[in-house]
């Protein structure tokens, strides 16, 4: 049994918030919100399960050359079962649900549902992590998520966001993302965050693997435009944002550091415009802007001088 986390003040914001974590957030986020738009465009070529399949296979390939010449932390059972949790839940079926739920929606709706699991996980981060709710983290989630909903009526009024199965498996990819975020944080108290992050792609392969059958029909059918654009899937969005946000993981509390994904549904919508020729609507801008508020106030510290501190 471990020692009680001890109470320690917090940390100020200019040593938690270093260039180097806010280098790795931004990549994170435009990593993340690109994927929303490839996710989009290979869709046609691949089936939800190929994606996953092929995506997490490529990320893991290039994962593991990061991992040449650096010492190897063996995992506690415990530790174990967190990092192929995280696997399963956050690489396997969060894929697997996203990819689904782009077949009927657009990228900025997609986003929009995903970015619900930060309220998930700033509330399971402060009850399950003990790294409590303070009141501005609380405030400026909460503002945060009406910019993304207003993102989201924004962005969908011509993709029936409301209604159809597609919303319900981005709700699943929703509730996946927050279960992964949350047992995959306890597990970097120790192994290293990119020890972590192979690992738990490399799970999420073996649990995409009954898809095999599919991406063998789907690499002879698709283009070679939709195979490179999986090729970066792997490459950015899951091998080198997963790592930049592992390490951020590491210096900064889970229900600080995801309010930032908020940023992505903004990121996504900017890249469709240039990429896709989507042109947002002003709610949707105005949502982006009342996001971006959120992200500020819940960096604002409570005059509480004392909580619980996970970091290390």
């Keep these: 049994m471990s020692s009680p986390t001890p109470f320690v003040p917090v940390k100020p914001l200019t040593e938690t918030l270093t260039p180097l974590v806010l280098v790795a957030v ?13 996710i989009r465009g290979v869709g046609t070529d691949f089936t939800p399960g190929s994606l996953t399949l092929l995506r997490l296979g490529v990320g893991a390939a290039v994962l593991a050359i990061g991992l040449i010449g650096r010492a190897w932390v063996k995992p506690s059972p415990r530790e ?10 956050w690489f396997g079926v969060y894929n697997v649900a996203l990819n689904t739920a782009e077949q009927t929606l657009d990228g900025g709706t997609t986003a929009m549902i995903v970015n619900f699991a930060p309220i998930l996980i700033a509330l399971g981060a402060g009850v ?68 972590v ?36 899937l792997g490459v950015v969005p899951t091998a080198l944002a997963f790592s930049t946000w592992g390490y951020a993981l590491t210096k900064m509390p889970a229900g600080q550091l995801i309010v930032s994904s908020y940023l992505v549904p903004p990121a996504a919508i900017v890249l469709g415009l240039l990429f896709l020729g ?21 960096r604002r510290r409570s005059a509480e001088p004392r909580i619980r501190d996970q970091t290390s």
């Design 26 to 38: 931004a990549v994170t986020v435009l990593a993340w919100a690109s994927a929303f738009i490839v």
């Design 80 to 89: 174990w079962l967190l990092i192929i949790g995280c696997g399963v839940m």
């Design 128 to 195: 399950f992590l003990r790294e409590g709710i303070p009141k501005w983290l609380a405030i400026g989630a909460g503002v945060a998520f009406i910019g993304v909903l207003l993102i989201g009526f924004g962005t969908s009024a011509d993709s029936a966001a409301g209604s159809g199965t597609g919303v319900i498996w981005a709700l699943v990819a929703a509730l996946t993302y927050s279960v992964g975020v949350l047992l995959q944080k306890p597990a970097l108290r120790r192994v290293p965050a990119a020890q």
């Design 197 to 232: 992050t192979w690992l738990a792609c490399a799970i999420g392969v073996v649990t995409a693997l009954p898809f095999t059958g599919e991406l063998i029909v789907d690499l002879q059918d698709a283009s070679s435009a939709s195979i490179l654009g999986v090729v970066y």
């Design 278 to 298: 989507e042109v947002p609507t002003l709610i949707a801008v105005v949502g982006g802007a009342v996001c971006l508020f959120g992200v500020a106030l819940s």
